[in-house]
């Protein structure tokens, strides 16, 4: 199992990122995948995550409706577009991978850097 984690970067406040994620060793249709993250000092919290059969989505209450986790499935990728971003976004963000039926996220990614400055 591999998640390649891409996309970071540095940009402004108020700007846009596009983070990927590529799968590959896994049957994504029975799996649910996430976007977490991981402030200096801080704990790693949750992002957002999709259910690859049926698309369906969750987000952090702190980036809904400007965070968007959505997949490819020709590609076997997860995206997060992170728009209107700030500074407290700064973070490295991890993806990551659980069976549909397991609480556990099981695999991960390496971690992709977002800094956002004012």
């Known amino acids: 199992v591999q998640l390649q984690a891409s996309g970071g970067g540095s940009v402004q406040s108020g700007g846009s990122l596009r983070l990927s994620c590529a799968a590959s060793?896994?049957?994504?249709?029975?799996?649910?995948m996430g976007w977490f993250r991981q402030a200096p000092r801080k704990e790693r919290e949750f992002v957002a995550a999709?259910?690859?059969?049926?698309?369906?989505?969750s987000h952090a209450d702190s980036v809904k409706g400007r965070f968007t986790i959505s997949r490819d499935n020709g590609k076997n990728t997860v995206y997060l577009q992170m728009n209107s971003l700030k500074v407290e976004d700064t973070a490295v963000y991890y993806c990551?991978?659980?069976?549909?039926?397991?609480?556990?996220?099981?695999?991960w990614g390496q971690g992709t850097q977002v800094t956002v400055s004012s």
């Open positions: 060793g896994l049957t994504l249709g029975r799996y649910y």
């Open positions: 999709i259910r690859w059969s049926g698309g369906v989505t």
């Open positions: 990551a991978a659980r069976f549909f039926n397991n609480m556990n996220w099981t695999y």
